[in-house]
């Protein structure tokens, strides 16, 4: 079993910043990608930015050129660094690991406010 572990959600006013983290461990066997989605009430979960093994990056074009998603090997652990933060980045963002199976953090709720 996996266990992922979100911190750095919460309320900015926009054109702010916020971080967040997502911490796996547990039983790991391999790193094929960690990311990071986003959901939003009446919406269905979308990619916000993905890394794969080799530290290819992916971003949603809604958020490129703004966030940057990162990993540190060594702690199996991701950072999203949200910048120029918009009122439609707002929602519940949650972590999702596949090390070689798929797993799901509980969520962080980011709110920004106009």
């Known amino acids: 079993q996996v266990q992922l572990v979100e911190s750095g959600g919460g309320l900015v006013q926009a054109g702010g910043s916020l971080r967040l983290s997502c911490a796996a461990s547990?039983?790991?066997?391999?790193?094929?990608?960690m990311g990071w989605y986003r959901q939003t009430p009446g919406k269905q979960r979308e990619l916000v930015a993905v890394?794969?093994?080799?530290?290819?990056?992916n971003y949603a074009d809604s958020v490129k050129g703004r966030f940057t998603i990162s990993r540190v090997g060594a702690e199996n652990t991701v950072y999203l660094q949200m910048n120029s933060l918009k009122p439609e980045d707002t929602g519940v963002y949650y972590c999702?690991?596949?090390?070689?199976?798929?797993?799901w953090g509980q969520g962080t709720q980011v709110t920004v406010s106009s």
């Open positions: 547990g039983s790991i066997f391999s790193f094929n990608a």
């Open positions: 999702n690991a596949i090390v070689p199976n798929s797993y």
């Open positions: 890394i794969v093994v080799g530290g290819h990056t």
